[in-house]
């Protein structure tokens, strides 16, 4: 089974037909919310059975827009969800969206995000863009294991950090024309490695929508570059999700 490891399901227009378009190729779903409106999406699609995987998070942007009272009431709602759910995501840093100033405002709330995941010890799903070494500088002082780190851009010392703290990478479909997630196939074990499409964003040939179908790409781009079957980079990475999410 292939796993798309991030994707926000909801956030596209057909997301029937995209849920059988992965199940036909045997690929898994993860999807994360990011809001609160979201988060009862995908909630409800769970409830229909539909072939998913889910967590709930609230997206470092979407956080900045709640008071302290809305942030506490949706981390209960998340705690009196818990059995439905496989991660914490996404939650994080983001300061190409948002000024510098809101940087001690988003650590706040992303810690009660985290002292969550840990009450639950569940894995969690971070954003960390354009704010990647505050983000490791942060999590590495919770010292807690289950981190992915979604579509990580930062630099390599950075990247070789991640993997000395042994957390995970998940490797988007752009990597078909990314340089950088190209390197980073290159250096990281593969133990640390899982795939996602971040979809509808992140196609593999900068089209939209992108969708979990596409995963396959971050596949053959591990197959290619550490020299190993699809066959085995498929099964090593159900390996490592097995292994991290449960
Ligand atoms: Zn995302």
New binding site residues.
Partial sequence: MFIDA?S?IDLLKNYKQAIQNAKEKNIKILT?G?DIKSNRKLLELKKQNLEIEICLGIYPTETLKLSEKEIDSEIDFIKKNKNKIVAIG?IGLDLKENSPETLEKQKENLSKFIELTKELNKPVII?SRKAEEECINFLEKFNYKKIVM?CFSGNFKLVKRILENNWILTIPTSVKNSQHFQKVIEIAPIKNLLCET?SP?LHPDKEFPNEPKNVIESYKKISEIKKISLKEVEKTLEENYANFFK
């Fill in positions: 991030h926000h994360a990011i996404e954003h979604h971040d964003y």
